[in-house]
């Protein structure tokens, strides 16, 4: 079924015309096509949670940590572009799907080199050229889109054509990290600029050239299903965690525990997000998606490293891990923290005022976390630190089921 509004004919085989979507479309939801393109992103966020695990538990704390954040921002914020284009300009004819078909490659493509990365992170040096070359492909899908869009959409035509040579010259200077011997020094300074070019430029192009058409409840539910997905690396380290166990002593009440915490955190960690109702908000406020789409760069690479620190505790159960049992502990905590303070920080973001029962829930957050690694400090199997460290976003949830969800009706109301 064709995505296409009404009154937006085509021929069976012909091009419907980037006018943009209506951001106001009362039954817009995501497409077919946007789902299977998510799945690529499946396997990205699987080989890098996998790497990361694989790194902490051989002792490249470090260096593991730097080699995920590099992937972990070129997975989500080529996709995240994307998301933002399709929610203004989806037309769903053969044009667009053969685009989306080239996004799909890049990703693949991308997945493959994470391997060489975190390896080459280890040894000391940037091996990142399949990923670049991967992300490059993402990009031109993303130029050729943008022109296209430019040529039928007068009235966004600036904002259009500054993707197209902000985000073209940002693919040189990647090319130019993979390809060209440089001292790292001036690697550094490179990728540091690119960095700002991307995220700030297009930033900057929203705010100065006028918004896109994007509809507020579709990028909203796609950002969400993206969420979902990464939610399910926890999913994986909790049955790869618990398999190590069972596999090393059969099904014990650590192993149940085991089970039993991964699956509650990440229901936790699910019904903190979703608490806050996104696609309201940005239907209120438009001016405020950009700084929502970004805090997501946190969000995902969050909830990614809790699936990997939970793998993590799989090596150790294996004894595969030169981590001790208070290092494995933190490889899951200190991601979960950070999880949700991301959370936490999107809300301040998109929502008016500050309210002291916040700032509790988040104390009794960290004292639980602490009181896990203590925990672990002490000896006791693993098992019940990772227990520890599933009431953390729980007290969250407490607290919205209590009062948080007055609260944000409230803030909805003086937006």
Known sequence: MSS?????????????????????DPHRAATPLELL???????????????????LSAGHVWTGIAAFLFCMFAIIWAWMTFAWFASAYDTDDWG??????????????LALGIGDLFAGFDEGV???DVIVTGYVIMRLSMVSLWLRAARNDPEHRRVLLGYVWLISAAQLGWIVTAFVPLPMPA???????????????SALLERQEGRLPIHPHHIAERFGLLGIIT??????????????????????????VLAFSGIAMVVGMWWVYFSLPH????????????????????????????????????????????????????TVAVPLALYVLAVYGAFHLLLPGRDAVHTWLLVGTVVTIVAAVLLAMAG??????????TVAPWISVVGYELYGDRHIRRALDAL
């Open 4 to 24: 296409t509004e009404p009154g937006r004919t085509r021929s069976p085989h012909g091009l419907v015309p980037m006018t943009g979507r209506n951001p106001k």
């Open 37 to 55: 393109y998510d799945l690529t992103l499946v396997v990205a966020f699987s080989i890098a949670g996998s790497e990361l695990a694989h790194s």
């Open 96 to 109: 667009f799907r053969i685009a989306t078909m080239v996004q799909m490659l890049g990703v693949t493509i």
């Open 126 to 128: 940037l091996d990142n």
């Open 187 to 201: 690697v550094l300074v490179l990728m540091g600029t690119l960095y700002l070019v991307e995220v700030g430029g």
């Open 231 to 256: 939610f399910g690396e926890v999913v994986l380290g909790t049955t790869t965690a618990v398999g190590a166990l069972t596999t090393e002593v059969g099904w014990t009440v650590d192993a149940g």
């Open 279 to 330: 696609g309201e908000i940005l239907g209120k406020r438009r001016d405020l998606g950009v700084r929502w789409a970004y805090s997501h760069l946190a969000i995902y690479t969050t909830i990614a490293a809790v699936g990997a620190g939970l793998h993590a505790v799989a090596y150790y159960l294996e004894h595969h891990s030169e981590l001790d049992e208070v290092a494995t502990t933190l």
């Open 380 to 389: 006791v199997s693993i098992a019940w630190p990772i227990l520890v460290l």
